[in-house]
Nanobody
Framework: QVQLVESGGGLVQAGGSLRLSCAAS????????MYWHRQAPGKQRELVAY???????DYADSVKGRFTISRDNAKNTVYLQMNSLEPEDTAVYSC?????????????WGQGTQVTVSS
């Protein structure tokens, strides 16, 4: 089992910055890729960014150049630095982690943290 707890959300004005954190606990030795997703009201959940255990990173086109994902394996934490925030970034942001044990992959989710960007 893996537990994920996000923090760092809040209310910020357009153009501002926030840093989200996602702390993992439990069977963390088997965690591979970690993700940030978001879901705005009335919209489908979308992948924002991911970082693999080997450091491969990718972003949604809508956040490239503004968001940075990073990972501190010593702290079992993944971060999402969000700069130049726009009202369209308003959403519940959730982290996820893939645990691989043998041939079995399980994705765990955090509870989410609200990010609200005012214009």
């Amino acid at each position: 089992q893996v537990q994920l707890v996000e923090s760092g959300g809040g209310l910020v004005q357009a153009g501002g910055s926030l840093r989200l954190s996602c702390a993992a606990s439990g069977s963390i030795f088997s965690i591979k890729t970690m993700y940030w997703h978001r879901q705005a009201p009335g919209k489908q959940r979308e992948l924002v960014a991911y970082i693999s255990s080997t450091g491969t990173i990718d972003y949604a086109d809508s956040v490239k150049g503004r968001f940075t994902i990073s990972r501190d394996n010593a702290k079992n934490t993944v971060y999402l630095q969000m700069n130049s925030l726009e009202p369209e970034d308003t959403a519940v942001y959730s982290c996820a982690a893939d645990q691989i044990k043998g041939a079995l992959l399980t994705r765990y989710w955090g509870q989410g943290t609200q990010v609200t960007v005012s214009s």
